[in-house]
Structure formats: C-alpha cells, structure tokens
C-alpha cells in the first residue's frame, strides 16, 4: 500500500473541499490514487465537482481587446498583488494582449517564440524576461485565446480591474446599440455564474452518464434515499441532472437582471432578437478568472494538517 503523505492529504483537500479526515481515508481506501480519491470522495457526498478551479491563488490581471472583428484575452501572472496592480505590470500586459490579437500562434510555445510587435529584434520571450528583471518578480503568461466573428459582434468585459476578463461571440444580421447592450449583459452574466457550455447541445453523453454515475453512487450511500422504488430514484437522479445543466449552461441560466427572477439568458436574447427585428445567437463564450486552477505557496500548510493527523 502506498504511504499516504500530508502533501497528498494537503492537494485532495484543496482539490475536493473535503475534510482532512476524509481525504486521508480517501487516499488510504484508493492506495493513493488521487484521481481514484476524488471519485470516492464525489460519490459519497464528501466533495463538489469543479471545486479545485474555484481556489483561486495566484496574482496577476486578465486582460481582452478588439481589433474589428477579432478580438484576444490573455492572463499573465506575477507573484503579488502589489505588481498586478502596478501601471508598469498593467501596460505590458495590455502590449501582450495587442500581441495575441495579431498574432498566428496556435499555442503558447509558439506565441513565446514569435517576433514582438513593438520591437521584431526580440520574440515575446525576450520581452517578458526583462520584465522580470524590471519588475523584480516571477511573471508567467500563462494563456491567451483568440475570436473572430464576420456575422456579428464580439464583446469585451472586465471585472474588478482584471480578476475576470470574458469575450462573447454573437452571431447576428442585425448590430446595433440594443443587440451590444445585450451582448455586453450576457458578458456580466458569465462573469457573475461562471457557466461552462453556452447550450445543452454542447454537453457531451459522456459527462451526463458519469454524472448520473456520480448521484447514484451518493443516493445508494444515503440510507433513507436508497430505500426508494428505482423509478423514483431515477426520477431523482434526471431532476438532479436537469438543475445542474441550469447552473453550467448559459442559455439555461437565470438572466440575472430579470425583474421576475425566472427569465432565462435564452429567452432574454429571444426577446431582444424580437424586439429588434434580429436573428440573434451567441456562438461561444470564453471566461478566464486570475489565477483559476493555481495556488500560492503556503508553506505551513502541509506542517498543519501533518500535525493535526500525527503524521
């Protein structure tokens, strides 16, 4: 059996919000599989999908353009909070961001390699390395991508000075004040919920069936649940699925700024569309949050929970 560590129990707990308890009786039942831990943990009620992304750790500014019909976001990271909220930190990311909306790199080796726009005797990397020395801290771009709409739109938005950049892509015949307004509201909704998909059509067979996987595990756990006829069961399961779908899929969602708290995102752009005497869709969105996924060094930590378990 695999020697279960406080640095394994420390990285679950963050990963799954689980007690520390759990997590080490999770790793010990697995023979410290972590991606096995998870799933038991998930299928006993003791940890939420998606929580490691939602620790947000690491300093630095999202930030979007547009250029026409193209637009960019980019993140770049920086050890503290006092350089992300530097003027010097803030300009270079926004040269970073002019640099991606033109650029033709598929992925960031390629970016990094590439001429810089303001001076082709360096490449991006060159750059950003003496950044780091002006600076004094570790800088990191660590993602950009790239949209293009011929047939309508793209909106920007920032929040909180670039803790939360999105981009929406809005496929429309008609584009005027009304139909950016609505684009730009939909852009604060993603911020706001965070929604993965923009429509159920992008949900794939295989994420409902692992998730069904994942609720019958739990009501088969739960000794009042489990005692139901399996048509119930299912019927709980399926309206399990079908709010969860409401919380990931944007069109699903409840819009925010309805005044009768029921307007879905959907039927919001349908009646905006009508009003308008548009056809209206939104082709894709893309949300990046600062730091979604990392963590700081805290290296305590793991002392802590060695001590509180007697490791």
Same mark, same amino acid.
């Given at each position: 059996?695999?020697?279960?560590?406080?640095?394994?129990?420390?990285?679950?707990?963050?990963?799954?919000?689980?007690?520390?308890?759990?997590?080490?009786?999770?790793?010990?039942?697995?023979?410290?599989?972590?991606?096995?831990?998870?799933?038991?943990?998930?299928?006993?009620?003791?940890?939420?999908?998606?929580?490691?992304?939602?620790?947000?750790?690491?300093?630095?500014?999202?930030?979007?353009?547009?250029?026409?019909?193209?637009?960019?976001?980019?993140?770049?990271?920086?050890?503290?909070?006092?350089?992300?909220?530097?003027?010097?930190?803030?300009? $270079? /990311?926004?040269?970073?961001?002019? *640099?991606?909306?033109?650029?033709?790199?598929?992925?960031?080796?390629?970016?990094?390699?590439?001429?810089?726009?303001?001076?082709?005797?360096?490449?991006?990397?060159? /750059?950003?390395?003496?950044?780091?020395?002006?600076?004094?801290?570790?800088?990191?771009?660590?993602?950009? @991508?790239?949209? @293009?709409?011929?047939?309508?739109?793209?909106?920007?938005?920032?929040?909180?000075?670039?803790?939360?950049?999105?981009?929406?892509?809005?496929?429309?015949?008609?584009?005027?004040?009304?139909?950016?307004?609505?684009?730009?509201?939909?852009?604060?909704?993603?911020?706001?919920?965070?929604?993965?998909?923009?429509?159920?059509?992008?949900?794939?067979?295989?994420?409902?069936?692992?998730?069904?996987?994942?609720?019958?595990? *739990?009501?088969?756990?739960?000794?009042?649940?489990?005692?139901?006829?399996?048509?119930?069961?299912?019927?709980?399961?399926?309206?399990?699925?079908?709010?969860?779908?409401?919380?990931?899929?944007?069109? #699903? *969602?409840? $819009?925010?700024?309805?005044? #009768?708290?029921?307007?879905? /995102?959907?039927?919001? /752009?349908?009646?905006?569309?009508?009003?308008?005497?548009?056809?209206?869709?939104?082709?894709?969105?893309?949300?990046?949050?600062?730091?979604?996924?990392?963590?700081?060094?805290?290296?305590?930590?793991?002392?802590?929970?060695?001590?509180?378990?007697?490791?």
């Amino acid at each position: 059996m695999a020697a279960i560590t406080a640095a394994m129990v420390k990285e679950l707990r963050e990963m799954t919000g689980a007690g520390m308890m759990d997590c080490k009786k999770a790793l010990a039942a697995n023979d410290g599989d972590m991606d096995a831990a998870v799933e038991f943990l998930r299928k006993n009620g003791q940890a939420k999908a998606e929580k490691k992304a939602s620790r947000i750790a690491a300093e630095g500014i999202v930030k979007t353009v547009l250029d026409g019909n193209k637009a960019a976001i980019v993140e770049v990271n920086s050890e503290t909070d006092f350089v992300a909220k530097n003027a010097d930190f803030q300009a $270079y /990311v926004a040269e970073v961001a002019a *640099q991606a909306v033109a650029s033709d790199a598929a992925d960031m080796d390629a970016f990094m390699e590439e001429a810089w726009k303001a001076d082709p005797s360096k490449s991006v990397k060159d /750059v950003l390395v003496e950044k780091i020395a002006v600076i004094g801290e570790n800088l990191k771009i660590r993602r950009f @991508e790239k949209m @293009e709409e011929n047939n309508g739109c793209i909106v920007e938005y920032i929040h909180m000075g670039g803790k939360i950049g999105v981009l929406v892509d809005v496929e429309t015949d008609v584009v005027n004040d009304a139909v950016k307004e609505m684009a730009k509201n939909i852009a604060m909704q993603i911020a706001a919920l965070n929604p993965k998909y923009v429509d159920r059509s992008e949900v794939s067979a295989e994420y409902i069936a692992h998730e069904k996987e994942i609720l019958m595990a *739990q009501i088969q756990n739960d000794p009042k649940e489990s005692q139901k006829p399996a048509k119930v069961i299912e019927g709980i399961v399926t309206g399990r699925i079908n709010k969860e779908l409401k919380e990931i899929c944007l069109m #699903d *969602q409840v $819009y925010v700024k309805a005044e #009768d708290g029921k307007q879905t /995102v959907g039927k919001y /752009v349908d009646e905006v569309a009508k009003a308008n005497g548009a056809k209206i869709s939104v082709k894709g969105f893309v949300r990046y949050e600062t730091g979604e996924g990392l963590e700081k060094k805290n290296e305590n930590f793991a002392e802590e929970v060695a001590k509180q378990m007697g490791m």
